[in-house]
């Protein structure tokens, strides 16, 4: 089994920042890209940024220039830093994680619970 376990979420004003983390654990063999993504009331979840296990990296356009993914190989851990977040970024953010569990001869997304992300203006 593998959990992927998010954290960091919460209540900001208007150009204010945040940083969210997401810790893999579990029986992991493997880790390929990890990703973030959110999905605001009544919208489809949509694409954030991902990482792949190599540190390349992507961002919808909404999210260049503004949030910073990374990861921590080590730790099986990801991060998204939020900076000059507006209300628009309101939404519930979930982690993503492919990952090869020892039980497992292939690779599978996993999903967190989510963490929810306020903006106020």
């Known amino acids: 089994q593998v959990q992927l376990v998010e954290s960091g979420g919460g209540l900001v004003e208007d150009g204010g920042s945040l940083r969210l983390s997401c810790a893999a654990s579990?029986?992991?063999?493997?880790?390929?890209?990890m990703g973030w993504y959110r999905q605001a009331p009544g919208k489809q979840r949509e694409l954030v940024a991902t990482i792949s296990s190599a540190g390349s990296t992507n961002y919808a356009d909404s999210a260049k220039g503004r949030f910073t993914i990374s990861r921590d190989n080590a730790k099986n851990t990801v991060y998204l830093q939020m900076n000059s977040l507006k209300p628009g970024d309101t939404a519930a953010y979930y982690c993503n994680a492919r990952v090869k569990a020892y039980s497992s001869k292939y690779y599978r997304d996993y999903w967190g619970q989510g963490t929810q992300v306020t903006v106020s203006s």
């Open positions: 579990g029986s992991i063999f493997s880790i390929n890209d």
